[in-house]
């Protein structure tokens, strides 16, 4: 109990990154949004230092999935709350999203009608459902990408923190509410294209979603999206919350005893994940081109809770990492070996959580408290031989 008050009342207060840890996260955000542009769109095609046209978009895209591990890292590493769901805000962000896209391609689809999108011209819809107007304005878009995953969180978090339903009995009811949307979204009267889901995309804010130049213009907005989402977490995690959050994940019976609303806390971190993952699906949409219900599969938001335990829960930089490292591997496994991936993501869960349960950081941290422990008692052995 002494130690929980005194964590909540009277820590010093912490920078946001240690001066190592800035000179990480620029050099990082440099590789990201200046040098890998520069190497793809002015060092010449067929230089060893150019950057192919397909890592571009393929970067971007592992950009918007560490924005997803980070929020995953936020509610699970820091609060405790395995939400298993995660994938669903990512996914409703992302339909909002392509719905501004699709709105964007008028009268240039298969069908030619100007108001109307083709999948909902080949289903006979004589005009546009409600829930489609405004969507054909960025800015609107844009607040809806925050605003539906956000609600959608503030219900289903005020329903269960306040009946103070934790563990495996509140990542049941995720995964329950991600399915029902799964099944919802597959139905092609929900107007959101069925199983096809939305694509063939056009333009974003006038530019083509297939050059080039927009790619690179998506991938630096991905990254400095990346960027702020860190930036945000860290700064949550360092705040006052951010130790009523430890707290909370360690003794929070001891914290509602304190006074603490625990319930509010708990509430107040669902949600800013939710609103982080669904920009990080609106990010991702123009850049894979494609949004269908299969993003709301419960096996996605399984595979996002892998990355951060992979990389390391409860260190921000970890849920980046694995992110990272997961994904390069799917990419290469789902190439070289399509049938081999599957078995790969079931042994990398059994390892990671019997052998590596801190992550890589955790490995790599140990590792250095080997290294100082061994220098230590090679100074204490030289200063005992010189006596």
Same mark, same amino acid.
């Given at each position: 109990?002494?130690?929980?008050?005194?964590?909540?009342?009277?820590?010093?207060?912490?920078?946001?990154?240690?001066?190592?840890?800035?000179?990480?996260?620029?050099?990082?955000?440099?590789?990201?949004?200046?040098?890998?542009?520069?190497?793809?769109?002015?060092?010449?095609?067929?230089?060893?230092?150019?950057?192919?046209?397909?890592?571009?978009?393929?970067?971007?895209?592992?950009?918007?999935?560490?924005?997803?591990?980070?929020?995953?890292?936020?509610?699970?590493?820091?609060?405790?709350?395995?939400?298993?769901?995660?994938?669903?805000?990512?996914?409703?962000?992302?339909?909002?999203?392509?719905?501004?896209?699709?709105?964007?391609?008028?009268?240039?689809?298969?069908?030619?009608?100007?108001?109307?999108?083709?999948?909902?011209?080949?289903?006979?819809?004589?005009?546009?459902?409600?829930?489609?107007?405004?969507?054909?304005?960025?800015?609107?878009?844009?607040?809806?990408?925050?605003?539906?995953?956000?609600?959608?969180?503030?219900?289903?978090?005020?329903?269960?923190?306040?009946?103070?339903?934790?563990?495996?009995?509140?990542?049941?009811?995720?995964?329950?509410?991600?399915?029902?949307?799964?099944?919802?979204?597959?139905?092609?009267?929900?107007?959101?294209?069925?199983?096809?889901?939305?694509?063939?995309?056009?333009?974003? *804010?006038? %530019?083509?979603?297939?050059?080039?130049?927009?790619?690179?213009? $998506?991938?630096?907005?991905?990254? +400095? =999206? &990346?960027? !702020?989402?860190?930036?945000?977490?860290?700064?949550?995690?360092?705040?006052?919350?951010?130790?009523?959050?430890?707290?909370?994940?360690?003794?929070?019976?001891?914290?509602?005893?304190?006074?603490?609303?625990?319930?509010?806390?708990?509430?107040?971190?669902?949600?800013?994940?939710?609103?982080?993952?669904?920009?990080?699906?609106?990010?991702?949409?123009?850049?894979?081109?494609?949004?269908?219900?299969?993003?709301?599969?419960?096996?996605?938001?399984?595979?996002?809770?892998?990355?951060?335990?992979?990389?390391?829960?409860?260190?921000?930089?970890?849920?980046?990492?694995?992110?990272?490292?997961?994904?390069?591997?799917?990419?290469?496994?789902?190439?070289?070996?399509?049938?081999?991936? *599957?078995? %790969?993501?079931?042994?990398?869960?059994?390892?990671?959580?019997? $052998?590596?349960?801190?992550?890589? +950081? =955790? &490995?790599? !941290?140990?590792?250095?408290?080997?290294?100082?422990?061994?220098?230590?008692?090679?100074?204490?052995?030289?200063?005992?031989?010189?006596?």
């Amino acid at each position: 109990m002494t130690d929980t008050t005194a964590t909540l009342a009277g820590a010093p207060r912490r920078s946001l990154l240690t001066p190592q840890g800035w000179i990480v996260f620029l050099a990082f955000g440099f590789a990201l949004v200046v040098l890998l542009p520069i190497l793809n769109r002015v060092v010449a095609t067929g230089s060893f230092a150019h950057v192919p046209d397909y890592l571009i978009p393929l970067i971007g895209k592992y950009c918007t999935y560490a924005m997803l591990a980070l929020a995953m890292d936020l509610i699970w590493g820091y609060a405790g709350i395995l939400s298993l769901g995660q994938g669903a805000f990512f996914a409703l962000g992302g339909y909002c999203m392509g719905m501004y896209l699709m709105r964007q391609i008028g009268d240039r689809g298969v069908y030619k009608n100007a108001v109307l999108p083709d999948f909902m011209v080949f289903l006979n819809w004589k005009e546009l459902p409600w829930y489609w107007h405004g969507f054909d304005m960025f800015w609107f878009a844009v607040i809806m990408v925050v605003l539906v995953p956000g609600l959608l969180a503030l219900i289903v978090g005020w329903l269960t923190f306040r009946s103070r339903v934790t563990g495996v009995y509140l990542s049941i009811i995720t995964q329950a509410m991600t399915f029902a949307l799964l099944l919802a979204f597959f139905r092609n009267n929900m107007g959101f294209g069925g199983n096809n889901g939305l694509t063939d995309f056009k333009d974003i *804010l006038g %530019f083509p979603v297939q050059a080039q130049s927009t790619r690179v213009g $998506l991938l630096i907005a991905s990254a +400095v =999206g &990346l960027g !702020a989402t860190f930036l945000i977490c860290r700064w949550i995690v360092n705040s006052k919350l951010g130790r009523v959050l430890l707290a909370v994940r360690d003794a929070e019976s001891r914290v509602r005893f304190l006074g603490y609303s625990v319930t509010g806390a708990k509430l107040f971190v669902f949600v800013v994940a939710a609103m982080l993952s669904g920009v990080a699906g609106a990010l991702y949409v123009p850049q894979v081109g494609i949004i269908n219900p299969g993003e709301f599969s419960p096996a996605a938001s399984i595979e996002i809770a892998l990355w951060v335990a992979v990389g390391g829960r409860g260190t921000l930089a970890g849920a980046v990492i694995g992110a990272f490292l997961v994904n390069i591997a799917k990419t290469w496994l789902t190439g070289a070996a399509p049938e081999v991936w *599957l078995f %790969f993501l079931g042994l990398l869960f059994i390892v990671v959580t019997l $052998l590596f349960p801190r992550g890589v +950081v =955790g &490995l790599v !941290a140990d590792q250095r408290e080997r290294w100082r422990a061994r220098a230590a008692a090679r100074q204490a052995q030289a200063a005992e031989a010189a006596t």
